[in-house]
């Protein structure tokens, strides 16, 4: 059975750093793209970035680029987000997120309907 399940959401100050992780089960990242979403508090859920199946592609939102950057590890199936100079608009719960297509679609996409599969979210709270 295929699973995401984030961690690493905790509070922590303006200009601080993070990183969260998305552990995956029941599939091969190099065949997914994977993509971090997050859902601030009234907000619609919104796309952070993404990274292709091959890990070769990143692509970010405006509001995070040079701030945020994503990885991954194939030996632990694991993907992060790290997140440094966070600032109280980042406070969101974080998503990840995984498009069975990415194998065959280039690049990654930002839309939440290309995305099957998800995780449960992980809450980050920045402020002091």
């Known amino acids: 059975q295929l699973q995401l399940v984030e961690s690493g959401g905790r509070l922590v100050q303006p200009g601080g750093s993070l990183r969260l992780s998305c552990a995956t089960s029941g599939l091969t990242l190099d065949y997914y793209s994977i993509a971090w979403f997050r859902q601030a508090p009234g907000k619609e859920r919104e796309w952070v970035l993404c990274?292709?199946?091959?890990?070769?592609?990143?692509n970010f939102a405006d509001s995070v680029k040079g701030r945020f950057t994503i990885y991954r590890d194939n030996a632990k199936n694991t993907v992060y987000l790290q997140m440094n100079s966070l600032k109280p608009e980042d406070t969101a719960v974080y998503y990840c997120?995984?498009?069975?297509?990415?194998?065959?679609?280039?690049?990654?996409?930002?839309?939440?309907?290309?995305?099957?599969?998800w995780g449960q979210g992980t809450r980050v709270t920045v402020s002091s």
């Open positions: 997120a995984a498009d069975r297509m990415g194998y065959i679609v280039p690049g990654c996409r930002s839309q939440e309907y290309d995305y099957e599969y």
């Open positions: 990274m292709s199946s091959d890990g070769g592609i990143t």
